[in-house]
């Protein structure tokens, strides 16, 4: 039994993702911390919101443990529902807007979600989800960036903004389940990764010290916040410094630009695809980029030739590849400014609170050059599978996590990933990276985007093809493409077959979907 003394020492120490919007407010308590839409909050106002969201979900039921799924376009109510969740011990699970209401009900089964909260959007898909059995036992609406929470749900975000503002005292070991962030990977089903208040804190303390944030940062999120990048690279960061954040739901180019001018934005992350977007945006050279100075991507490596666009472009900016998955909390390596040529293509080296290997099937390390899989050691990793003991052993076999992601490691410790473990091409009996050949394509300056897959093949089973979108004004064609790959490439490297397209799927953090192009190819 623990003593008085004991429980008020611990909550004395306390330390949780809830703990860091409150000292922000404290140090910073008149400075502008959230701007979304006509919604401008100080730290005071938006710690203020916070503690008065977390009074009414405890008042509404929900406790310690218990789970609340939120499936919402970013808005201000996200981010306040974000850390009120954190501040009562209650368990953040952020859903994936693009599903179907049987995936949603998924979800919602899986994780035992006690609360549904939804964006406006969303109401009608949250609604079908649990109208066919989950343990969703009350449901929250929340507002867009433009648009008041609905009345279909049994609670409405604006009437929860309302009397005791005094922070609840809620004893939380840092080790407590934070959240749960569901990942497909390569299998059918998604996998609910387990997050502590310990392993995200960390992570945060990893990006602000390789990102080389500050306090004096003005950041945009316009990616989406259920996704760990978005809300766990940067909106919490943001919160911990004591940032500027400007909100935004919508990712356009023509958006995000009007944005980063009026808002004077000095730090922006999106993957290349977003920052391809701008770059060909006609409105792109009328924008002032003055106070933009900090630029982030993931997801995927940027080509070459849009890293010398942008040098060229936006002379001040200094750009940053974040490399990592969900169980990471999720960066575990960086590749810094200074490195963006002179190791082009590579996802950098260890986050400051992760240890990286690439090693082989016996775990041993691979030699310069060699392909292995990346595997980590690190205080940011998740603390297993939700219910699933099956997938934690098999991830951490050999007291490593396994990414699943194969990569090559250079002399001076710079990994590279080359694909992921289970998405390489095997045509012919011979290993295809399709990183290489769609850096190859690239070089192409009639290229806007590729994206190289496998698919079916009578004689090679698997065949390389070659997916690409051509810039506006553009023209190649099929044979121009694979000459130009054979003249860069080893013959069973080279496409078999090029598809050219409109544009390529994408999911809303603006990850390319190639399963979906696999899928909808092989048909």
Not at 56 to 82: E, P, Q, Y
Not at 252 to 263: C, M, V
Not at 456 to 482: D, F, L, M, R
């Amino acid at each position: 039994m623990q003593s008085d003394l004991e429980s008020e020492i611990q909550f004395a120490r306390q330390h949780n993702i809830g703990d860091i919007l409150r000292r922000s407010a404290v140090r910073l308590p008149d400075k502008i911390a959230i701007i979304c839409g006509q919604t401008e909050w100080t730290y005071k106002e938006f710690d203020t919101a916070c503690n008065q969201l977390a009074r009414h979900l405890l008042a509404s039921g929900i406790s310690a443990g218990d789970k609340i799924a939120v499936i919402a376009r970013n808005s201000h109510g996200f981010a306040v529902i974000r850390f009120a969740i954190a501040r009562i011990g209650a368990v953040l699970v952020p859903i994936n807007f693009m599903l179907n209401a049987n995936e949603v009900r998924y979800i919602l089964n899986s994780s035992r979600s006690k609360m549904l909260a939804l964006g406006p959007e969303f109401i009608d898909i949250g609604l079908e989800a649990i109208s066919k059995g989950t343990d969703v036992e009350i449901t929250l609406g929340l507002p867009s960036e433009h648009q008041s929470s609905s009345l279909k749900t049994d609670l409405r975000f604006e009437g929860l903004l309302t009397g005791d503002a005094t922070a609840p005292k809620i004893h939380l070991d840092d080790r407590s389940l934070a959240q749960i962030v569901y990942t497909s990977g390569t299998e059918a089903m998604p996998k609910g990764a387990m997050l502590s208040h310990s392993a995200v804190l960390w992570q945060y303390t990893s990006c602000i010290i390789d990102g080389e944030m500050t306090t004096s940062d003005v950041m945009l999120h316009a990616l989406p916040l259920y996704h760990c990048a978005q809300l766990d690279v940067f909106l919490g960061p943001a919160v911990y410094l004591g940032m500027t954040s400007t909100i935004t739901s919508e990712p356009s180019p023509d958006n995000i630009l009007a944005l980063l001018e009026k808002r004077e934005i000095s730090s922006f992350f999106a993957p290349p695809s977003v920052w391809i977007s701008l770059l060909r945006s006609p409105l792109f050279d009328k924008t002032n980029f003055q106070k933009l100075e900090k630029g982030y991507y993931g997801a995927s490596i940027m080509p070459v030739e849009i890293l010398a666009e942008l040098q060229q472009r936006l002379p001040k900016l200094r750009l940053w590849n974040l490399y990592g998955q969900t169980e990471m909390a999720p960066v575990a390596t960086v590749l810094k400014p200074e490195d963006q040529f002179r190791k082009a293509g590579s996802a950098g080296t260890a986050a400051i609170n992760v240890e990286t290997r690439v090693v082989n099937d016996d775990m041993l390390d691979v030699k310069v050059g060699e392909v292995g899989e990346i595997v980590h050691r690190s205080p940011q990793l998740l603390t297993g599978y939700f219910e699933d003991p099956e997938r934690t052993a098999e991830a951490f076999e050999g007291g490593w996590f396994h990414s699943g992601d194969l990569a090559t490691i250079d002399e001076e410790g710079y990994i590279t990933v080359v694909d992921r473990k289970k998405d390489m091409i095997n045509t012919g009996g011979e290993n295809v990276a399709s990183r290489e050949v769609e850096e190859c394509i690239y070089l192409m300056p009639e290229i806007s985007e590729v994206a190289v897959i496998a698919l079916p093949h009578p004689q090679w089973i698997e065949a390389v093809t070659a997916v690409v979108t051509v810039k506006e004004g553009q023209n190649t064609t099929e044979e121009a493409i694979i000459k130009h790959c054979r003249e860069h490439l080893a013959g069973y490297k080279t496409p078999k077959r090029v598809i050219f397209q409109h544009s390529l799927p994408k999911n809303p953090s603006g990850k390319l979907l190639k399963r979906d192009l696999r899928a909808s190819l092989a048909k």
